[in-house]
């Protein structure tokens, strides 16, 4: 049986050299399949290219939480960048789960079965990440059936480390 399919009892973790590591290292928890219920999510949609990607996560974030304070809607889960297309341009709708109605525009992250990669290290290294993941859904002979997020489990303003940060990669698969 592979790592990450129902029944494996020892996930193991493995250091992943990427391009952007130097003095850091990076985990990577092996793949698993998971099942999502639907959550619904104040969103904002933007584009940029890869150059800007850095800027726009840091301005969108912290506009996006001015919005749900100012709407009195508290977050349910970790903020997230779902990429609707990528590129040299990127389209990316950044998001806060919530369980409360707003004005601000919702979406409903799907419910279904996903691959899910836990990447623990600086957020250089989630292009690797990521790749890493499609590649281990390809072994499997399954497909992506939607677009990807990357939900920022570990606050960058309260972990300073880079190293330390955690960042869970989702990719929703056909049946």
Request: with cysteine; glycine share 8%.
């Amino acid at each position: 049986m592979k790592p990450g399919f129902p029944g494996h009892t020892n996930p193991q973790e493995f250091r992943t050299p990427t391009w952007a590591e130097r003095d850091t290292v990076c985990v990577v928890i092996h793949p698993e399949l998971i099942d999502l219920q639907a959550t619904p999510a104040v969103v904002t949609h933007h584009t940029t290219d890869a150059e800007h990607l850095t800027e726009l996560f840091d301005e969108g974030f912290e506009a996006l939480y001015t919005r749900l304070a100012a709407a009195g809607v508290a977050p349910t889960g970790a903020p997230f960048a779902r990429y609707l297309s990528v590129g040299e341009i990127f389209e990316v709708e950044l998001g806060v789960p919530t369980s409360e109605a707003s004005s601000i525009p919702t979406v409903d992250l799907p419910e279904c079965q996903a691959a899910r990669l836990r990447y623990v290290g600086p957020y250089e290294g989630l292009r690797d990440a990521c790749a890493q993941l499609f590649e281990w859904i390809g072994e499997y002979g399954r497909h992506p059936a939607g677009p990807f997020w990357e939900s920022y489990v570990t606050d960058p303003r309260t972990e300073p480390d880079p190293a330390k940060r955690i960042t869970d990669i989702y990719v929703p698969l056909a049946g």
